[in-house]
């Protein structure tokens, strides 16, 4: 019937996994002549069927013990011959290439996190893309209000599920609302992230710039706290005692709304005498406005708290004493090398 040695012999002859893989089509396939062999045992009696059974099972039984072992010793040589052809000479010499770094801006904005991380802020990054909900009415900025001109926005084509463009932030005061959501009161939480504005480009604006949000809720915040904490934090960042003063500022999302200005100590190697800085404007800010709480589902008569959107830019350009944000970002080595 079937000649064990023979097939062994055949067996013997294969090479390589494609020639095993016909082997295997041959006599253990769906169409493999032992398989058609046990599927024309149908038509016999009971006690042939019996002992032929007995006899195919036997045959099968080695054939497949047969195959398996040298299926696991073709893998095996295929993988020894890969490894080998793959093998790396580690003693060729490697092309010169130079160590990167991080760039200023990513470094101040590094440095940022780690202090707000020091003071207690949760550190979110949120999504670039928002929609206009998003980044407008859900901070208290209606979409006819002139303030979303203040922004030029960028839009993208895809639309969001209520029909309007998906757009490119433009501030990350858009996370506000995300934030008391996401992580309850009280909150106490920054965002140092991208923003987008499609605006001239001078040595003050970029189209793609970097903010840092924060935002602080909790029971009875006043002015009072939020300036405390800003001079503290403020003096951190820019790595000198800062002073700050508060001016009216408008913005549709704080009541009341500040801008918040700074100045700090400076050396004047002229005259060699310690003096003030001028005031610098640094950032806008204010106490939450009472509609911004109630999106998040916030009873403003409980809770309170204030918010500030700082550029990072402009941290770093005090810093390093640069006069033109676009250096941080035009990819100008000798810029980037000179602070490396
Ligand atoms: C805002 O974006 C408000 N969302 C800030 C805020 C947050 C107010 C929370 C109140 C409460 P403004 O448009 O002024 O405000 O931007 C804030 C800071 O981002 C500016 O002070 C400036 O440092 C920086 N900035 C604004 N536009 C640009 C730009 N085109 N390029 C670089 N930095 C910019």
């Known amino acids: ?4 040695k023979a097939i062994k012999v055949e067996l013997a002859k294969v090479a390589n996994l494609e020639q095993l893989d016909l082997f295997f089509q041959t006599y253990l396939g769906k169409s493999g002549s032992i398989t058609l062999a046990f599927k024309a045992m149908g038509s016999l009696s009971p006690e042939e069927k019996k002992s032929l059974g007995q006899e195919l099972t036997q045959v099968k039984t080695q054939v497949t013990e047969a195959y398996e072992s040298t299926q696991r010793a073709l893998s095996a040589d295929q993988i ?9 000479d580690s003693s060729l010499e490697t092309a010169d290439s130079e160590q990167g770094s991080y760039s200023l801006l990513a470094n101040v904005r590094r440095d940022a996190e780690e202090i707000c991380k020091s003071l207690g802020f949760i550190i979110e990054y949120g999504t670039e893309v928002v929609t ?3 980044n407008f009415e859900s901070v208290n900025i209606p ?8 922004h030029d926005t960028i839009y993208l084509q895809d639309k969001d599920p209520s029909g309007e463009n998906f757009i490119l932030r433009t501030h990350t005061s858009s996370m506000q609302n995300y934030l008391i959501q996401k992580h309850g009161l009280p909150l106490k939480a920054v965002v140092p992230s991208r ?4 605006e001239n480009m001078d040595a003050h604006h970029d189209v793609m710039f970097y903010q840092l949000e924060g935002i602080v809720v909790d029971k009875g915040l006043s002015v009072a706290h939020f300036k405390d904490m800003m001079e503290k934090l403020l003096s951190a960042l820019l790595h000198k005692k800062v002073e700050t003063r508060m001016r009216p500022g408008y913005f549709p999302f704080v009541e009341p709304g500040f801008e918040i200005d700074a100045r700090y100590e400076i050396y004047d190697p ?3 005498k310690k003096e003030l800085s001028k005031w610098i404007e640094l950032l806008g800010a204010g106490m939450v406005h009472p509609n911004v709480l109630k999106v998040a589902g916030v009873d403003s008569d409980e809770r ?8 990072i830019s402009r941290l770093a350009a005090i810093r390093y004493g640069i006069k033109d944000i676009r250096y941080f970002t035009n990819g100008d080595l000798r810029f980037a090398k000179s602070f490396a």
Not at 1 to 4: E, Q, T
């Open 1 to 4: 019937m079937f000649d064990i």
């Open 80 to 88: 020894n011959a890969q490894l080998n052809a793959d093998i790396v």
């Open 132 to 134: 206009k909900f998003e």
């Open 143 to 150: 979409l006819t209000h002139p303030a979303t001109e203040m």
């Open 195 to 198: 923003v987008y504005r499609y």
């Open 270 to 272: 002229a005259t060699g």
């Open 304 to 311: 309170s708290g204030f918010a500030f959107g700082i550029g």
